[in-house]
């Protein structure tokens, strides 16, 4: 997890709390006690990373590095839940999560390989109920 506004406004904090994308800069303590939390690194290691991580190095869709932890998480949740999600759908169901330095072009692109590479399996969800 990256410390980023702390008001939930960029998503570079952004983690799956009960498998749901949250900006964890906006969830007290207490109410994660019981519930499975998984950031950035939980998703995959160096040896066998999460199709979306593998992808983002072979598209050269890290810049800076300050949206990349919640970018990747978001998207693996989109991955993992949305595998069929238009452009116009991954670019809203992407909106909380801020990168200055690209048009988003790069992630995405990251992100429709690993859905060609290897589909997520779980089918369709919403992100209407976050925690």
Same mark, same amino acid.
């Given at each position: 997890m990256k410390k980023g506004c702390d008001t939930g406004e960029c998503g570079a904090c952004t983690v799956l709390l009960d498998g749901m994308p949250v900006t964890s800069c906006l969830v007290l303590a207490p109410q994660v006690d019981g519930r499975r939390v998984v950031t950035s690194d939980g998703l995959g290691t160096m040896s =066998?990373?999460?199709?979306?991580?593998?992808?983002? +190095?072979? @598209?050269? =869709? +890290?810049?800076? $590095?300050?949206?990349?932890? $919640? &970018?990747?998480?978001?998207?693996?949740?989109?991955?993992? @839940?949305?595998?069929? =999600?238009?452009?116009?759908?991954?670019?809203?169901? &992407?909106? $909380?999560?801020?990168c200055r330095c690209t048009g988003y072009q790069q992630q995405i692109g990251a992100l429709r390989s690993a859905q060609r590479e290897s589909p997520g399996q779980a089918g369709r969800a919403t992100l209407a109920s976050q925690a």
């Open positions: =066998a990373p999460h199709p979306v991580q593998k992808e983002f +190095v072979e @598209h050269d =869709a +890290v810049q800076c $590095g300050y949206c990349i932890p $919640g &970018m990747i998480v978001t998207l693996s949740w989109i991955h993992e @839940h949305v595998p069929d =999600a238009s452009e116009s759908e991954i670019r809203r169901l &992407m909106s $909380g999560n801020l």
